[in-house]
């Protein structure tokens, strides 16, 4: 298991913490994945994975490659068998259910859509298999066609269709048959960026009006944010952390997670005063040492991480005032080594004079302003005590 969280604003229970988005935190959980282990011989795919998964969740497993999120999607929907540990769904150990008496369906990457059948006859195709009587079949098509604005296209082939289409005609084919849970792998990876944008608002209105579960498997950060209720951060098969978008960002529990989930400014550093109420921390490559206006779980001495995020930080070219008496903390010095320029943001590196390399992000609010920060510029960074995050892992 992971070490735990440090910064303490943060420490308060799931669901509680402000600006939390969560549509439905009294569901009853739907999914439930008890202590789970995936071995392939000696490999390890899957590590003692725990999760509760609610109903009507948008759900997302977020991971980089080979960290195990197919794997524990096909355990879901029954194509692995877990070496330890149990599932359940819907309260029932799915242990030797079979996939196809499982409440749930999968969604491939490569949406396995026949080429030969039109696209009212794919999103049939469940429904036919099960030899339900033709009329309904006639009208859940049309429902799901409807659902997701494939009515004029339904005559079509697959391969007359574009790649978003293609994609919502695999989701209108997943939902035909009311799964209660809906597995989708990585359902938009093959979509352009633009694309596949709109598609992940498309996808997140159309879990809503259905209300079915959708575990989504990523490996997008700015997906997951988008889509999800909550997201589960996989590392090397166990899960790191599992949170509301805006709690990962705001509170990450490690550094792995600070950096896995947007960008941020990762220094390492040492406790030098521990006190209930605050800390004091000496980082490399900071001049000042920084001040946290809370305890934290490590004791002086201890290693830690300052997770600062770019957008957190405040860059002048005049020096912030230290009241007399007081040692200054909470911000450096440096000189402007690169700014990239996004048209809506733009984003300074900057050297401090201690020698970290400090990235900070500012919103260009105004159109026709020069920038009055340039290249090679001494500039100062500040920062609230309450805008940052310690970890000690
Ligand atoms: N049938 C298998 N036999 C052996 N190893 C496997 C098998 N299936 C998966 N693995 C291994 O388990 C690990 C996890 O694989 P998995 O497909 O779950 O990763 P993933 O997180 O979905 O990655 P990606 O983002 O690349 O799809 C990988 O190292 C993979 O090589
Ligand atoms: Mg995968």
């Not at 999103?123 to 030899?131: I, K, T």
């Not at 899960?239 to 705001?250: F, G």
Request: hydrophobic share 40%.
């Amino acid at each position: 298991m992971i070490d735990t969280v440090v910064q303490s604003p943060a420490a308060r229970p799931e669901g509680s913490r402000p600006g939390a988005v969560q549509r439905r935190p009294e569901a009853p959980p739907i999914i439930d994945i008890q202590d789970v282990v995936k071995t392939f011989g000696d490999f390890v795919a899957v590590d003692h994975v725990s999760l509760t998964i609610r109903e009507g969740e948008l759900f997302a497993l977020l991971g980089g490659s080979g960290c195990g999120k197919t794997t524990l999607l096909r355990m879901l929907a029954g194509f692995e068998r877990p070496t330890a540990g149990r599932i359940l769904i819907g309260g029932q150990d799915m242990t030797t259910v079979a996939p196809y008496d499982r409440p749930v369906n999968m969604m491939f990457q490569s949406y396995a859509l026949f080429p030969h059948m039109t696209v009212e006859a794919n999103v049939a195709f469940g429904l036919r298999q099960d030899g339900l009587p033709r009329p309904r079949i006639r009208d859940r098509v049309r429902e799901m066609l409807d659902l997701v604005q494939l009515t004029p296209f339904a005559k079509r082939k697959p391969h007359h269709l574009s790649g978003g289409q293609r994609q919502r005609v695999a989701l209108a084919r997943s939902l035909a048959k009311h799964p209660k849970v809906l597995l989708l792998d990585e359902p938009l990876a093959a979509l352009d960026k633009k694309l596949r944008e709109e598609t992940q608002l498309e996808l997140v209105c159309i879990q809503e009006r259905v209300g079915t579960t959708f575990v989504v498997v990523t490996h997008d950060q700015e997906e997951a944010m988008t889509m999800a209720d909550r997201v589960a951060i996989m590392d090397s098969g166990r899960i790191v952390q599992v949170d509301t978008p805006h709690a990962l960002y705001e509170y990450p529990n490690t550094r792995f997670v600070a950096e896995f989930f947007g960008t941020v400014n990762l220094f390492q550093g040492v406790l030098v005063e521990d006190e209930p109420d605050h800390v004091l921390i000496d980082a490399e490559g900071l001049v000042n040492p920084v001040y946290v206006g809370h305890g934290i779980s490590a004791r002086e001495e201890a290693t830690v991480w300052i997770a600062l995020r770019p957008e957190k930080i405040a860059i002048s070219k005049q020096a912030p005032k230290t009241p007399h008496n007081e040692t200054p903390h909470n911000w450096d010095s440096g000189i402007i080594e690169d700014i990239v320029y996004l048209g809506g943001i733009s984003t300074f590196h900057v050297r401090l004079d201690g020698g970290a390399l400090a990235r900070v992000t500012m919103q260009n609010l105004e159109r026709m302003a020069a920038p009055d920060i340039t290249w090679d510029d001494r500039v100062f960074l500040s920062w609230r005590h309450d805008n940052i995050v310690v970890v000690t892992s």
